[in-house]
């Protein structure tokens, strides 16, 4: 490993460490969630699916050398919709290590607008899965229509509820409660992949991520909703971090300054 790199962090809520720099485009009502067009949405599923899996696949395994633990808690929703929650620790594999863990199930991944803003790449991102987060009150109807329409297909659905990137960050970051309101008003389990980074090698210097997938989590039905949300939230928080204890190798330190 190089020498290490130290991330100086104040806010673990809003700061944002990804280097990608795009200027986010306006996701208004006028932003087409659902394409009718019958070639669209085959190229869609082509590239989603077919294309994409042996870069996906191969990406994962040569430069992270994942390995899934738990896959087996997703069998039998096979046929069903669900959320997932997942740390955010990469720019580029947090895109996919979730995809390949429940494929061949399609799977979509709620983003900010920068993911569907880069010119020429915008309709490729949205046919691999992007749905971004609308700008206004009139795109927020068609993105919760577009959003149960997903799910009662029986695809998944992945919120990364950190919000922001933080590479190799190996805790979980305080979130919000906020995404968690989908699964409540669908009334649809929810489970959570926690990327770990662990240690290989003779050396034990090489750096593999193994993901941990836990589920499915349902509210206290006896609790109001925005206590449910909270329920929720707090259930897969807890075992995120209970999980993200599994890492033993930092790439990055992340130091807090005041």
Same mark, same amino acid.
């Given at each position: ?13 809003? /700061?944002?460490?990804?280097? %990608? ?18 070639? &669209?949405?085959?190229? %869609?599923?082509?590239? =989603?699916?077919?294309?994409?899996? !042996? ?24 046929? =069903? ?11 580029? %594999? /947090? ?22 803003? *880069? ?6 991102? =949205? ?12 795109? *927020? ?21 950190? %919000?922001?990137? &933080? ?15 989908? !699964?409540?008003?669908?009334?649809? !389990? ?14 034990? /210097? ?15 039905? /006896? ?5 449910? =949300? ?29």
């Amino acid at each position: 490993m190089k020498e290490d790199k130290i991330i100086y962090y104040k806010d673990e809520l809003n /700061d944002e460490f990804s280097t %990608a720099k795009i200027i986010p485009r306006k996701i208004d009502e006028n932003y087409k969630y659902i394409h009718k067009n019958v070639i &669209w949405n085959a190229c %869609a599923f082509l590239l =989603q699916n077919i294309l994409s899996i !042996p870069i996906k696949y191969l990406y994962a395994k040569i430069k992270f050398r994942v390995k899934y633990v738990g896959k087996e808690k997703l069998k039998q929703y096979k046929k =069903q919709g669900y959320f997932i929650y997942g740390n955010h620790t990469q720019s580029f %594999a /947090d895109t996919f290590l979730i995809s390949n863990c429940v494929y061949p199930k399609r799977n979509y991944l709620i983003v900010n607008p920068e993911n569907v803003s *880069m010119k020429f790449l915008g309709n490729a991102v =949205q046919m691999l899965g992007a749905i971004p987060i609308p700008s206004n009150k009139e795109a *927020m109807k068609i993105f919760l229509e577009t959003i149960e329409k997903r799910i009662k297909k029986g695809y998944s659905i992945t919120i990364f509820p950190e %919000a922001h990137i &933080w590479p190799y960050y190996t805790k979980i970051r305080p979130f919000k409660s906020v995404s968690f309101k989908y !699964p409540i008003k669908l009334e649809t !389990p929810s489970f959570c992949v926690t990327n770990t980074y662990q240690s290989y090698g003779k050396n034990k /210097d090489k750096v593999k991520i193994v993901s941990y997938i836990d589920g499915p989590f349902f509210p206290d039905n /006896d609790l109001n909703i925005k206590e449910k =949300q909270e329920n929720l939230r707090n259930k897969i928080y807890d075992k995120m971090v209970e999980r993200s204890r599994n890492s033993n190798i930092e790439v990055i330190k992340y130091e807090k300054r005041d």
